[in-house]
Nanobody, 124 residues
Framework: QVELVESGGGLVQAGGSLRLSCAAS????????MGWFRQAQGKEREFVVA????????LYADSVKGRFTISRDNTRNTVYLQMSSLKPEDTAVYYC?????????????????WGQGTQVTVSS
C-alpha cells in the first residue's frame, strides 16, 4: 500500500505561481509513474500531467503545456508540480496518483493509488 499526501495548494492571483508537492510512503516510489489530476467544482476529474518512473517521459494536457512542469525526486519519494501563469480556470482540487506499472498515462483508471487532494484557487 502507498500513501500519497499532497501539499502546497492555496490562493493565488491570476498570473502567479504555486508549487505542489506529493510525498509518497513506501520503498517502491522509484518504480511508480506519477500523475497529477484535477477536479473543478461540478466537473469531472481531468488529467493534468504525468511522469514515468525514471522521469524520462512526461505527458501534459494541452491546457497546461508550457505553464506547468512536473518533476520527481526519487531520493525524497516526492513528485512536484510547478504551476506558473496560473489562470482562474486552473482552480480545482489537485490530486496526485501513482501507477505501479511505471507508465506515464492520462487515464485515471490506470492509476492505483490516490492522494486526498489539495485545493488550488486562482483569483482573477
Amino acid at each position: 500500500q502507498v500513501e500519497l499526501v499532497e501539499s502546497g495548494g492555496g490562493l493565488v492571483q491570476a498570473g502567479g505561481s504555486l508549487r505542489l508537492s506529493c510525498a509518497a510512503s513506501g520503498h517502491r516510489f522509484s518504480v511508480y509513474a506519477m500523475g497529477w489530476f484535477r477536479q473543478a467544482q461540478g466537473k469531472e476529474r481531468e488529467f493534468v500531467v504525468a511522469v514515468s518512473w525514471s522521469g524520462g517521459n512526461t505527458l501534459y494536457a494541452d491546457s497546461v503545456k508550457g505553464r506547468f512542469t512536473i518533476s520527481r525526486d526519487n531520493t525524497r519519494n516526492t513528485v512536484y508540480l510547478q504551476m506558473s501563469s496560473l489562470k482562474p480556470e486552473d482552480t480545482a482540487v489537485y490530486y496526485c496518483a501513482a501507477d505501479k506499472m511505471g507508465r506515464a498515462l492520462r487515464e485515471s483508471h490506470d492509476y492505483d493509488y490516490w492522494g486526498q487532494g489539495t485545493q488550488v484557487t486562482v483569483s482573477s
